[in-house]
């Protein structure tokens, strides 16, 4: 089974870290927002 993986543009990367540097939703909340899931964001796909 191959592994799809997602690049996400620079545009969204900025806004999603300016979301969470507001303050006002944790990490978690702004990545199920935008679909990107716990191996996504661990880099490594490590729990």
């Given at each position: 089974m191959s592994r799809i993986i997602t690049k996400y543009s620079t545009e969204l990367k900025t806004k999603l870290v300016l979301e969470l540097l507001?303050?006002?939703?944790?990490?978690?909340?702004i990545a199920s927002e935008?679909?990107?899931?716990?191996?996504?964001?661990?880099?490594?796909?490590a729990s």
């Amino acid at each position: 089974m191959s592994r799809i993986i997602t690049k996400y543009s620079t545009e969204l990367k900025t806004k999603l870290v300016l979301e969470l540097l507001k303050g006002d939703r944790t990490l978690n909340e702004i990545a199920s927002e935008h679909n990107i899931f716990r191996k996504c964001r661990d880099g490594n796909g490590a729990s």
